[in-house]
RNA sequence: GGGGGAAUGUCCCGAGCGGCAAAGGGGGCGGACUGUAAAUCCGCUGGCUAUGCCUUCGCAGGUUCGAGUCCUGCUUCCCCCA
């Protein structure tokens, strides 16, 4: 980032403070579009999961302030280039999704988007376009004629994607080649239908963000732009967005409320002022505040990361909920009836249900040997006492209030009810 | 087309004289310590109706009391020559 550079407009200057930028083509350029409040710019998001996960929410919440700011959001569904395929993650034999499956994720990604953006039909709402709208028409020899001959291969050759993988004398196969022309022609035709002048991503986007600048202009366009945000890591190297459990899940579907919270409230104290910036719309002042605090207060400032995020996914009221649940769970060590719930036939229980079969049944560990395991190490509770007998039997007798609470570590928890 | 390598525990990397549920890492999980953090230390890291049974080393056959290990064929990937 040009140390020097001041931006004069809302859009930038928000950027910058929070720390969503790792490289801009041209900070003044961009800086004066959205001065003007003529910027519109794009963002593309895969559509090959029916959720977006934790990793696409800086993507997200630079689409947001875009629209804060004055500027119209658009995020980009790759439906056409989903079925291609993204080759760049090199394990094999990616399964191809059929196109009912890339339909149902759209719909399902949308509802995602609709938390962050406001959609319609004014001057800064957000619109969402698939580009299987333009790739699926293409023709392979109009293709080549119109589009391909602006491309350069001495040019894409020298791209550090591609250099790195020749250098290393790493297969680059074809299809991986064309992927970001279809990129590239991607940002020229959100230019021709939205007049879409900046195309934002990850660091790692770089290369092809840029290649569409050019084909922008050898295609007629005015000057577009590049801008790309950090990688992100947490402060102890980890990918953000990944646990145990799975993916961060955005979509409450596919990763409880509850979850979710917890996800932001476990952040490491190194990470808590970074995070407070990209992932909340708190103002500076209260982050500044906030990341001040040390030692143990620091606690407070993860939680309200963590109501803050989650409220802006899921609602406050959800958010509220999932907090106090929280609360009552490790401050109070009380049974908090909004844990999570598992029912089981009345009559099983009543006949006795082996401790290790009942904690695979609620899914807190996924095979009877790992249960085993745990109980050696301690890591199974019932009713927060520590399970020693792997033989024990669970009847009626251990209902507590109506459940049984199972816990699996410290943080896991589920209430097993006789229906 | 010719020659030479490689594929191992369904997260990854990676050892493996014919007796192997298979060394060692990383990652992950649990425990201790804390603050639901980090760091550190300890334990675990195929499945089950479990003093036993079943399934794993690219795929399919074969040799053998016994195969990840030896033989044959196949698949995929890499390297060298053409």
Same mark, same amino acid.
């Given at each position: 980032?040009?140390?020097?550079?001041?931006?004069?407009?809302?859009?930038?200057? #928000?950027?910058?403070?929070?720390?969503?930028?790792?490289?801009?083509?041209?900070?003044?350029?961009?800086?004066?579009?959205?001065?003007?409040?003529?910027?519109?710019?794009?963002?593309?998001?895969?559509?090959?999961?029916? +959720?977006?996960?934790?990793?696409?929410?800086?993507?997200?919440?630079?689409? !947001?302030?875009?629209?804060?700011?004055?500027?119209?959001?658009?995020?980009?569904?790759?439906?056409?280039? /989903?079925?291609?395929?993204?080759?760049?993650?090199?394990?094999?034999? !990616?399964?191809?999704? +059929?196109?009912?499956?890339?339909?149902?994720?759209?719909? +399902?990604?949308?509802?995602?988007?609709?938390?962050?953006?406001?959609?319609?039909?004014?001057? /800064?709402?957000?619109?969402?376009?698939?580009?299987?709208?333009?790739?699926?028409?293409?023709?392979?020899?109009?293709?080549?004629?119109?589009?391909?001959?602006?491309?350069?291969?001495?040019?894409?050759?020298?791209?550090?994607?591609?250099?790195?993988?020749?250098?290393?004398?790493?297969?680059?196969?074809?299809?991986?080649?064309?992927?970001?022309?279809?990129?590239?022609?991607?940002?020229?035709?959100?230019?021709?239908?939205?007049?879409?002048?900046?195309?934002?991503?990850?660091?790692?986007?770089?290369?092809?963000?840029?290649?569409?600048?050019?084909?922008?202009?050898?295609?007629?366009?005015?000057?577009?732009?590049?801008?790309?945000?950090?990688?992100? /890591?947490?402060?102890? %190297?980890?990918?953000? %967005?990944?646990?145990?459990?799975?993916?961060?899940?955005?979509?409450?579907?596919?990763?409880?409320?509850?979850?979710?919270?917890?996800?932001?409230?476990?952040?490491?104290?190194?990470? #808590?002022?970074?995070?407070?910036?990209?992932? /909340?719309?708190?103002?500076?002042?209260?982050? !500044?505040? =906030?990341?001040?605090?040390?030692?143990?207060?620091?606690?407070?400032?993860?939680?309200?990361?963590?109501?803050?995020?989650?409220?802006?996914?899921?609602?406050?009221?959800?958010?509220?909920?999932?907090?106090?649940?929280? !609360?009552?769970?490790?401050?109070?060590?009380?049974?908090?009836?909004?844990?999570?719930?598992?029912?089981?036939?009345?009559?099983?229980?009543?006949?006795?249900?082996?401790?290790?079969?009942?904690?695979?049944?609620?899914?807190?560990?996924?095979?009877? %040997?790992?249960?085993?395991?745990?109980?050696?190490? %301690?890591?199974?509770?019932?009713?927060?006492?520590?399970?020693?007998?792997?033989?024990?039997?669970?009847?009626?007798?251990?209902?507590?209030?109506?459940?049984?609470? =199972?816990?699996?570590?410290?943080?896991?928890?589920?209430? =097993?009810?006789?229906?």
């Amino acid at each position: 980032m040009s140390a020097s550079f001041v931006p004069k407009s809302d859009f930038l200057s #928000v950027l910058m403070e929070r720390g969503y930028i790792h490289q801009c083509s041209d900070f003044e350029g961009v800086d004066a579009k959205a001065k003007a409040g003529e910027l519109i710019a794009y963002i593309g998001f895969d559509c090959t999961a029916s +959720s977006l996960h934790v990793g696409s929410l800086v993507q997200i919440m630079m689409l !947001r302030w875009l629209q804060k700011t004055g500027g119209k959001p658009v995020p980009l569904m790759g439906g056409g280039t /989903t079925r291609v395929g993204d080759p760049s993650g090199k394990d094999e034999s !990616r399964r191809m999704l +059929s196109l009912d499956d890339i339909e149902a994720n759209k719909t +399902s990604i949308k509802q995602v988007f609709s938390k962050f953006l406001t959609f319609g039909e004014g001057r /800064t709402d957000a619109v969402m376009p698939d580009n299987a709208e333009w790739l699926t028409a293409l023709n392979y020899i109009d293709f080549l004629r119109d589009v391909g001959r602006h491309f350069s291969v001495n040019r894409m050759l020298s791209m550090d994607s591609v250099k790195m993988r020749l250098e290393r004398d790493q297969e680059l196969s074809f299809i991986e080649f064309n992927y970001m022309c279809l990129q590239a022609y991607d940002f020229a035709e959100l230019y021709r239908r939205y007049g879409c002048l900046l195309q934002m991503g990850g660091s790692d986007q770089w290369g092809n963000i840029v290649t569409g600048i050019d084909l922008g202009r050898r295609m007629g366009a005015p000057q577009l732009y590049a801008l790309t945000s950090p990688l992100l /890591t947490t402060a102890s %190297g980890a990918k953000m %967005g990944k646990t145990a459990a799975g993916a961060v899940w955005l979509n409450a579907d596919m990763l409880p409320v509850y979850d979710y919270w917890q996800y932001w409230r476990n952040t490491e104290d190194a990470d #808590v002022g970074r995070f407070l910036k990209l992932f /909340t719309d708190l103002p500076m002042d209260e982050i !500044r505040r =906030l990341e001040a605090l040390a030692g143990a207060e620091i606690n407070e400032a993860k939680k309200i990361l963590a109501t803050e995020a989650t409220a802006m996914l899921h609602g406050r009221e959800q958010a509220m909920a999932a907090s106090e649940t929280a !609360r009552k769970t490790f401050e109070e060590g009380e049974l908090a009836t909004s844990l999570p719930t598992v029912e089981i036939a009345a009559g099983e229980l009543a006949d006795g249900i082996g401790v290790l079969n009942a904690f695979v049944k609620v899914g807190l560990v996924p095979s009877t %040997g790992e249960a085993r395991r745990q109980v050696k190490s %301690g890591g199974l509770r019932v009713n927060d006492a520590v399970v020693s007998d792997e033989r024990a039997q669970l009847t009626n007798a251990d209902l507590t209030g109506g459940v049984i609470k =199972l816990s699996f570590g410290k943080k896991k928890h589920i209430l =097993l009810a006789p229906r």
